[in-house]
């Protein structure tokens, strides 16, 4: 049996909108580069990963309070956007970086980065070597499966 639209729907609203993980009122959780090769899933703990330390770099913070949610009628899951800062998910260095860094992904981390909720890579990993290099993530977003009853 399939979950209805009702059940996605709510447990995007409640996840989204969940004050001790995505929906912080105070301490934005943060969005953090990572400079060296790792694997997403339920077991990626930040504290066994390295940071982004290129020139100008700092994480950046999400909106604070409930996350945006939608539905994707594309590609037919529930999605959270995290609330991007003024400016986006915009990384620029403001100095040459010796040695260069490769920014392979990023990590949505809590405030004092304990915590780990998820991670993606990028899909060319961008390297970081001059001053004006940089990056734009775009979107950052967990898209929900649809899960099945059995």
Request: hydrophobic content about 45%; proline content about 7%.
């Amino acid at each position: 049996m399939l979950d209805t639209t009702v059940l996605d729907a709510r447990i995007a609203t409640l996840l989204a909108g969940d004050t001790t993980t995505l929906a912080q009122a105070t301490n934005a959780n943060l969005i953090a580069l990572i400079v060296v090769p790792f694997v997403p899933g339920p077991s990626l703990d930040f504290t066994g990963l390295t940071e982004a330390t290129f020139p100008g770099y700092t994480a950046l913070a999400v909106g604070l309070n409930a996350q945006t949610v939608y539905f994707d009628p594309t590609t037919g899951r529930r999605v959270i956007e995290i609330i991007p800062p003024v400016g986006g998910w915009q990384f620029t260095s403001t100095g040459a970086t010796s040695p260069q860094q490769i920014v392979y992904g990023f990590c949505l981390v809590n405030h004092a980065k304990t915590v780990t909720y998820g991670g993606q890579l990028l899909s060319t990993p961008v390297t970081i070597a001059n001053s004006g290099d940089g990056l734009n993530l775009g979107q950052v977003a967990f898209n929900l499966t649809p899960f099945a009853m059995s």
